[in-house]
Nanobody
Framework: QVQLVESGGGLVQPGGSLRLSCAASGRTFSSYVMAWFRQPPGKAREFVGASSTGGTTFYSDSVKGRFTISRDNAKNTVYLQMNRLKPEDTARYYC?????????????????WGQGTQVTVSS
C-alpha cells in the first residue's frame, strides 16, 4: 500500500510556471512507476507523463517540451515541473503509482492515486 499526497497547485498566468509535488508513504517508493494525470473540467482524466523506476520519462504530446517529471527516491517524492503554461493546461492534477513494470498511459494501469491538486491558468 502507498498513499500519495499532491501539493503545489494554484493560479498562474499564461506563460508562467508551477512545480507540483507528490509525496508517497512507504519504504518501497523506488519500486513504483510514478505518473501524473490531469482532469480538465467536464472531461475525462488524461495521461500527462510518467517516470519509470529507473528515472526514464515519457510524456503526452500536449506537454512534451514544456513539462518535466523528476523523482527523488530518498525523499519519496515525484515532481512535475510545468513551464510555459497555457489556459488549456487548467485541470486537477493527480499523482498515480503502480508496481507494474513499464510505463502506461491508461488510468486503469495505476493502482494508487492521490486526491489531486488544482491548477488554473488564467490572466
Amino acid at each position: 500500500q502507498v498513499q500519495l499526497v499532491e501539493s503545489g497547485g494554484g493560479l498562474v498566468q499564461p506563460g508562467g510556471s508551477l512545480r507540483l509535488s507528490c509525496a508517497a508513504s512507504g519504504r518501497t517508493f523506488s519500486s513504483y512507476v510514478m505518473a501524473w494525470f490531469r482532469q480538465p473540467p467536464g472531461k475525462a482524466r488524461e495521461f500527462v507523463g510518467a517516470s519509470s523506476t529507473g528515472g526514464t520519462t515519457f510524456y503526452s504530446d500536449s506537454v512534451k517540451g514544456r513539462f518535466t517529471i523528476s523523482r527523488d527516491n530518498a525523499k519519496n517524492t515525484v515532481y512535475l515541473q510545468m513551464n510555459r503554461l497555457k489556459p488549456e493546461d487548467t485541470a486537477r492534477y493527480y499523482c498515480a503509482a503502480t508496481t507494474r513494470a513499464g510505463i502506461y498511459t491508461s488510468v486503469t494501469a495505476y493502482d494508487y492515486w492521490g486526491q489531486g491538486t488544482q491548477v488554473t491558468v488564467s490572466s
